[in-house]
């Protein structure tokens, strides 16, 4: 059974930083990639980043591209979410997935969320 579980999240204001973190269990994520997705308010949930399983592939949004970063330690079988210069817009739950093969494409477990609050 896989377990995704997200950790980091928190109020945080305008122009601050937080580092999200995603730790997986229950099989060996070889060849597995590893996303972010997040869902504001009133809104439907939204990709914001994915890695490969060797990490030599990112992909972002556009919204968050030059002030999130994706990384993973496979060791750890643990995914982070760096994240800078935040803005009131990216209030939201915060959701770790992570999938087979290609980062790209719909991603098949997901852990339960966290929470990221930005105060302008």
């Known amino acids: 059974q896989v377990q995704l579980v997200e950790s980091g999240g928190g109020l945080v204001q305008a122009g601050g930083s937080l580092r999200l973190s995603c730790a997986a269990s229950g099989r060996t994520f070889s060849n597995y990639a590893m996303g972010w997705f997040r869902q504001a308010p009133g809104k439907e949930r939204e990709f914001v980043a994915a890695?490969?399983?060797?990490?030599?592939?990112?992909y972002y949004a556009d919204s968050v591209k030059g002030r999130f970063t994706i990384s993973r330690d496979n060791a750890k079988n643990t995914v982070y979410l760096q994240m800078n210069s935040l803005e009131a817009e990216d209030t939201a739950v915060y959701y770790c997935a992570t999938k087979r093969g290609s980062l790209y494409g719909s991603y098949d477990y997901w852990g339960l969320g966290t929470h990221v609050t930005v105060s302008s």
């Open positions: 890695i490969s399983w060797g990490a030599g592939s990112t």
